[in-house]
């Protein structure tokens, strides 16, 4: 089994800047790649921002916050981070990190996703 845990979050004004973190922990024979959805009330979850765990760190990054987001990795942690500057009121919604993880090296990837962060971009 595999634990996500997030952190970070809270409430800025707009033009502000947030940091978000997340880790996964147990039964972790490699990760495929890790990222962050968000939901924003009334609407459907979205692809923020995703980072493949290879050598390059490939990223992808959702239109509406490219140039604005980055997505970072600590592969020797485990970690996964994003970084939101210049925040908009329309970036108001719950963060969800997500990991695909491979518990051995022939099983297929599962993914894992943590709690959820609240970030409110609000005057």
């Known amino acids: 089994q595999v634990h996500v845990a997030e952190s970070g979050g809270g409430s800025v004004q707009p033009g502000g800047s947030l940091r978000l973190s997340c880790t996964a922990s147990g039964s972790i024979f490699s990760i495929y790649a890790m990222g962050w959805h968000r939901q924003a009330p009334g609407q459907s979850r979205e692809l923020v921002a995703s980072i493949r765990n290879s050598g390059t760190g490939d990223a992808t990054y959702a239109g509406s916050v490219k140039g604005r987001f980055t997505i970072a990795s600590d592969n020797a942690k485990n970690t996964v981070y994003l970084q939101m500057s210049l925040l908009k009121p329309e970036d108001t919604a719950v963060y969800y990190c997500?990991?695909?993880?491979?518990?051995?090296?022939?099983?297929?990837?599962?993914?894992?996703w943590g709690q959820g962060a609240q970030v409110t971009v609000s005057s």
């Open positions: 997500y990991f695909q993880v491979y518990h051995t090296q022939t099983t297929p990837s599962m993914i894992y």
